[in-house]
Nanobody, 131 residues
Framework: QVQLVESGGGLVQAGGSLRLSCAAS????????MGWFRQTPGKEREFVAA????????????????YYADSVKGRFTISRDNAKNTVYLQMNSLKPEDTAVYYC????????????????WGQGTQVTVSS
């Protein structure tokens, strides 16, 4: 089992920044790829970003890969700190269309872009971007 707790959401004006955190506990964090998804009412959960597993290493490695949705590429950055069992999503140049509940998830296998390839989820944190 992996327990995930997101934090860092809130209300921000368009053009502003937020950093989301996802703290993990349970199984070895560095063995898991991690992803961020978002969801708005009436819509399916949408892929935002993902970072591959760290090969069991405690320290960040240049071999770790990152993946982004086209809608956030160049504005959002995903990173991980295996020593702190935490994954981050730095969100810059925020737009009103980024408003959603953001979820972090632990990746099981296969495509990083598909929500059904993740088997552990946090409870979500609300991000609201005002125009």
């Amino acid at each position: 089992q992996v327990q995930l707790v997101e934090s860092g959401g809130g209300l921000v004006q368009a053009g502003g920044s937020l950093r989301l955190s996802c703290a993990a506990s349970g199984r070895t964090f560095s063995n898991y790829g991690m992803g961020w998804f978002r969801q708005t009412p009436g819509k399916e959960r949408e892929f935002v970003a993902a970072i591959s597993w760290a090969g069991g290493s405690t320290y960040y490695s240049d071999s770790v890969s990152t993946y982004y949705a086209d809608s956030v590429k160049g504005r959002f950055t995903i990173s991980r700190d295996n020593a702190k069992n935490t994954v981050y999503l730095q969100m810059n140049s925020l737009k009103p269309e980024d408003t959603a509940v953001y979820y972090c998830a632990a990746h099981r296998s296969g495509s990083y872009y598909s929500s059904n390839r993740y088997n552990y989820w946090g409870q979500g944190t609300q991000v609201t971007v005002s125009s």
